[in-house]
């Protein structure tokens, strides 16, 4: 790895996915807190603090950056690198909150009953659950995509907020699924079996193959329109 990578970057990167699983946690626990009041679209609209804390602190969650792997400039061995690192770093560092407000609420009831709710449907045991949670997290890997795109391309800061929460306000108020977000809830519920580990499996390769398509999207209409400019100027010539 000499000459593209060094253990500083891991480190860094390590460091930043943690703060990202952080973030997200965050955003996943007010969520369940207002499933828990009845207040879905409250919930949905909270959720959005996660992902602009991470965009706010630019740190690593990889939902936010797989879908830019095949960017001229990430199209190396070191991007890739660093996607697997933030990825095990976000889903640790989910696990680990989940497990510190599991303990909190052993003894809310109404909680337990929300949280198990949340899993129970997530669980992968059978072809039907998976292909429900692969479509699901496919469509939220689309919109994470968007939200990131949005922040990093649009100048106005009121717009680009405005798109990002309404972006994740869509994915969480439909129930498509997030991988990072998933290991939280499984975690806060305290639930390991094999159909909530095939989930996180599942929601991974759903969230990482919809970020993916979308660029491709976006990067055909962008190919598109500079070809269409590039038409309109020589015929003006």
């Known amino acids: 790895m000499k000459n593209i990578y060094s253990f500083k970057r891991i480190i860094f990167i390590f460091i930043s996915g943690l703060i990202s699983g952080l973030f997200i946690s965050i955003g996943g626990l007010t969520n369940v807190i ?3 009041n009845y ?10 603090i996660g992902l602009l804390l991470v965009l706010f602190f630019s740190s690593h969650l990889y939902t936010g950056k797989i879908g830019f792997a095949l960017t ?4 190396k061995i070191s991007y890739f690198i660093d996607l697997v690192i933030m990825l095990i770093a976000n889903l640790l560092m989910a696990y680990l909150i ?3 407000f599991n303990y909190i609420y052993a003894n809310d009831a109404a909680m337990k009953e929300t949280i198990t709710s949340i899993t ?3 669980s992968v ?3 039907y659950s998976f292909v429900k949670s692969f479509v699901l997290s496919l469509f939220c890997g689309i919109f994470v995509f968007l939200a990131c795109y949005f922040y990093q391309n649009i100048q ?3 717009l680009k907020i405005f798109l990002v929460i309404f972006s994740v306000f869509i994915f969480v108020f439909t129930g498509f699924e997030h991988c990072i977000a998933n290991m939280f809830y499984f975690s ?3 639930s390991y079996a094999n159909g909530y580990l095939f989930n996180i499996l599942t929601t991974i390769l759903g969230n990482s193959l919809g970020a993916l398509f979308i660029y491709g999207i976006t990067y055909f209409l962008k190919a598109n329109k500079k070809d269409e400019s590039k038409d309109n100027s020589s015929q003006k010539n």
Do not use: H, P, W, Y
């Open 39 to 48: 207040m879905r679209a409250l919930g949905s609209f909270t959720f959005s």
């Open 120 to 122: 129970n449907s997530r």
């Open 72 to 75: 001229k400039e990430n199209r």
């Open 98 to 100: 989940g497990l510190i």
């Open 34 to 36: 207002a499933l828990n």
């Open 125 to 127: 045991t059978d072809l």
């Open 156 to 158: 106005n800061a009121v």
């Open 188 to 190: 806060l519920g305290g």
